[in-house]
């Protein structure tokens, strides 16, 4: 499963009572209220699981949370290491 795939699913089952037919990679979640600020940090805890990566704090910023495409970005660099 693709970074991409899975937080569609998660966010789309977590947050969307699971009718993820709207969202896109390049939705805005943060700004379109889809998961809020506190959120992000059960989101994070899912990728950790997902990807056994670990995401540092200072990357739990809005920036890297606006879409699926920038999280799957965040992701990806951290699997990477």
Known sequence: MTASDFLLEHIAGAWLNGDGADLRADTPLLELNIISSAEV????????????????????????????????????RYRKK
């Not at 997902?50 to 809005?62: C, G, H, N, T, V």
């Open 41 to 76: 940090f059960d989101l994070v805890h899912s990728i950790q699981a997902e990807f056994d990566i670990a995401i540092p704090l200072p990357e739990i910023k809005p920036e890297n949370f606006r879409s699926v495409n920038t999280i799957a970005d965040l992701i990806e």
